[in-house]
């Protein structure tokens, strides 16, 4: 009879945890935009006041967010994004996201921003002079709603003067136009895409913000004096600036399951395990070595990550060991264990190129040379 | 298909923890994992064999193969909606560049099959990556991001992960160490092969002392299975013969051992080819010197080329301020200072042959050579065939014919055998003996 109970209390067990990894997992790898945002709160309001104003009273702004990896920037615009579009006011705003990694050149970026824009019908085989061009014939496009595709006798050249004549709202739409990677298109030719997108966020044509996430902090030494110039120098730094404190309460936070949760028996004693883990010596010890080598949100998910892992049926809640184990699994020093599979012969060529680069410090060495120390 | 352990021998602890990682078909996982670990410690073997096994979706690219930035991408879309379709052959994809890779990629993973779990890309030697385009490999790092699918990146690598971090930073993956195999590990799988006609034990014993006089010079399991499978033979062939049954260790031991020393010189240092080993072995006598690659006996050559030959090797081993003292009847006060070599110990032997000027070469000739060499073009052509017979180099463009440069590719004891024939004494000519 009692094993029947536990069978059941076993397969009840084993639901509750898959349950329990998806939606950590999905917290920790996915970064999922429902988390919450941790010290990091003046920098939002900041930021979703000029979004509204854009979207909202037709502004045009540009902005930068600074910070070093890992410290929330994609997090945060997608908080704000996701906000706003909650607004009602804000349906007709467009968003145009880019990416340096994915966008390496002007061309590639200017056929991603019409494919965003879904401008591609619009556009079709029209050959335009230069950058600028283009760009603004995307955002006249977007001026006057189009409702019928079809255009009367298109002159090129004329590109900024041709009429819609079927046409409702003469409003503009506002462009919000999101740089991942931005230290990457400075390094573009002449830098055009930054160039057109600051000239017209400066100039009244359409309300654009656009808005460039880095982690270099020296990023405007990059710019070109033309671009900086348009560029409003408004600046967002997320630097990552929680105490050690604040750093167990994210802890305990990441770590604890959601009100949503369907097994509430389960949550409550999982959000207490993780109570008590939070005020356990060793688990404090480990989260102060992580936190001494890296602040940022990043390192401390995958190390929650490597603890979850191991959950199982028969282990259902976490423990302290399984924190240290994790810890120990980041911290592997690799050349360390590189060396530790070599054979001896192999060491032995390595201590004679030791020995010469300490001897002659550091000037080129050949083999014949090793093999001869050897 | 056998259980994973029989298949997978002395890597629990990383499949299990693999495993684990990869957790439930519909949970997400980290973004990318980074696997290291030395030659041969079977990486790519547990990563093929675990998705295999698993059967969760996943497509296996080797860096290698991708010498441009389109192979590679193609390869992986191919193979991915090879995946997905249920029916005939679908059209080969195009892909040029990465951000069509991941517009062509989000729109294969909206299918049924591939949308809920989680798709695996697994790049071999993927240290390869880093040479490629730069925004590759932090592209592939965060490609969970940039498509917003369930998607897991695994590199596998030799070399650590430190040496693949770009300059501002990336999306740290996953590190997992493969550790190197133990001796007794290595001893475990290394007896999983043996042969069906003989017993386990006398194999195993004959891996015994295979490691025992190769585990201080190799751990490469890839060589240790070559050279036990081309050793075999010869251990065995005492008891072939009837001289000796398998449980006698020692006369076996006796047997081998001398056999194992030479192949450590010959087989393992490629100096012969393993066919050349295995004719060996089966003529039985003692061969007396064997004919590596490395004592090639010295080349029959006419009087002026060896002239040539000898002028080449101190042109490229004395450096041209020398040249003066060794070749010029009445070269003067030479300064000390002029002297002194620039660090004792590196001497020009061990720094490797330098390139010399046609004209260099010929100067030195005709102060070498007694009597009297007409610049014929004689002396030019058998140039040109020491550049074919691969003694002399050509360095720089061939197409240069007003200044070409030579550099002398010989070892010190093939050309003082030459000077020997010629009576010269070609020590005293060098600088490095002074």
Excluded at chain 2, 228 to 241: Q, S
Aim: net charge neutral; hydrophobic share 40%; with cysteine.
């Amino acid at each position: 009879m009692s094993n029947r109970k536990s069978k059941n209390n076993n397969l009840i067990h084993a639901e509750c945890l898959l349950q329990v990894q998806r939606t950590l997992r999905e917290r920790f790898c996915h970064q999922s935009p429902h988390g919450n945002l941790f010290g990091i709160q003046v920098q939002y309001k900041h930021l979703i006041e000029l979004l509204k104003r854009t979207a909202i009273y037709g502004e045009s702004n540009s902005v930068l967010i600074i910070g070093p990896r890992g410290s929330g920037k994609t997090l945060l615009i997608n908080h704000a994004l996701k906000e706003l579009m909650e607004i009602e006011v804000s349906e007709n705003v467009l968003q145009v996201h880019l990416n340096g990694l994915l966008q390496i050149n002007d061309k590639i970026a200017l056929k991603e921003i019409t494919r965003q824009l879904n401008l591609e019908n619009v556009v079709g085989d029209k050959v335009f002079g230069s950058f600028a061009e283009n760009l603004s014939f995307l955002l006249d496009a977007l001026r006057k709603v189009p409702i019928v595709e079809d255009l009367i006798s298109f002159d090129y050249g004329n590109c900024f003067n041709f009429l819609w004549t079927f046409g409702d709202r003469i409003s503009s739409c506002p462009v919000i136009f999101v740089l991942d990677e931005f230290d990457l298109f400075v390094h573009h030719k002449n830098q055009t895409l930054l160039y057109n997108l600051f000239d017209i966020s400066q100039s009244a044509q359409t309300p654009v913000a656009v808005i460039g996430l880095t982690c270099r902090l020296d990023i405007l030494e990059l710019l070109e004096k033309r671009v900086k110039s348009r560029f409003s120098h408004r600046q967002i730094h997320l630097m990552n600036s929680f105490g050690f404190p604040q750093y167990i309460k994210i802890f305990k936070e990441q770590l604890s399951l959601p009100a949503e949760f369907p097994d509430k028996l389960f949550a409550e004693k999982w959000n207490e395990n993780v109570q008590r883990l939070s005020e356990d010596r060793s688990v404090q010890e480990v989260l102060q070595k992580q936190f001494n080598v890296s602040k940022n949100l990043r390192s401390l998910h995958m190390l929650l990550m490597l603890a979850l892992h191991r959950i199982t049926a028969s282990h259902p809640f976490m423990t302290s060991a399984d924190l240290m184990e994790a810890n120990q699994l980041c911290s592997m020093d690799s050349k360390a264990n590189i060396v530790h599979g070599l054979s001896v012969l192999e060491i032995c060529l390595i201590i004679a190129m030791k020995h010469l680069n300490d001897i002659y410090e550091e000037e080129p060495f050949n083999f014949q040379m090793v093999y001869n120390g050897f | 298909m056998p259980p994973l352990e029989h298949v997978v021998l002395c890597r629990e602890a990383q499949v299990s923890t693999l495993q684990s990682l990869f957790g439930e078909r519909h949970h997400f996982s980290f973004p990318s994992i980074f696997i290291y670990g030395h030659t041969a410690s079977g990486k790519t073997y547990v990563t093929q064999t675990l998705l295999k096994t698993l059967e969760l979706p996943h497509v296996f690219v080797n860096c290698v193969e991708c010498v441009t930035l389109r192979l590679l991408l193609e390869q992986i879309l191919n193979k991915l909606s090879y995946l997905n379709a249920s029916e005939g052959c679908s059209t080969e994809i195009i892909c040029e560049t990465f951000n069509d890779f991941v517009r062509l990629f989000k729109q294969i993973t909206t299918v049924e099959s591939l949308k809920t779990q989680t798709v695996y890309i697994v790049l071999d030697k993927a240290e390869y990556l880093r040479d490629m385009e730069a925004n590759l490999l932090p592209g592939f790092l965060r490609l969970q991001e940039l498509t917003d699918r369930n998607v897991t990146v695994i590199f596998l690598s030799e070399i650590i992960w430190e040496k693949f971090r770009p300059n501002t930073g990336c999306f740290e993956p996953f590190v997992l160490y493969f550790p190197d195999y133990s001796i007794g590990n290595l001893q475990k799988i290394l007896s999983h092969d043996h042969p069906p006609e003989y017993s386990a034990d006398f194999y195993a014993a004959y891996i015994n002392i295979l490691l025992g006089v190769f585990y201080t010079v190799c751990r490469d399991l890839k060589e240790l299975r070559h050279l036990a499978a081309l050793n075999f033979p010869k251990y065995c062939e005492p008891v072939v013969k009837g001289e000796a049954g398998e449980r006698d260790t020692r006369k076996l031991w006796r047997n081998i051992e001398p056999h194992l020393k030479k192949a450590m010189q010959t087989v393992y240092l490629r100096e012969i080819s393993s066919s050349q080993w295995e004719k060996l072995q089966k003529e039985d006598t003692d061969p007396g010197q064997l004919k590596g690659l490395s004592a090639y006996t010295h080349v029959e050559l006419p009087y002026y080329s060896k002239f040539i030959l000898i002028a080449a090797y101190l042109a490229s081993y004395n450096p041209a301020r020398t040249d003066k003292r060794f070749f010029l009847k009445h070269h003067g006060k030479i300064k000390k200072t002029n002297f002194l070599k620039k660090h004792e110990k590196t001497s020009n032997h061990l720094l490797g042959p330098k390139s010399f000027p046609l004209d260099r070469l010929l100067a030195i000739l005709y102060s070498i050579v007694d009597s009297r060499v007409a610049p014929t073009a004689n002396i030019f052509s058998q140039i040109t065939s020491l550049v074919t017979l691969q003694l002399l180099s050509l360095v720089g463009h061939d197409d240069q014919l007003d200044g070409p440069k030579y550099k002398c590719t010989v070892s010190l004891d093939f050309i003082r055998a030459i000077a020997r024939t010629v009576n010269f004494d070609i020590i005293k000519y060098l600088y490095d003996f002074l």
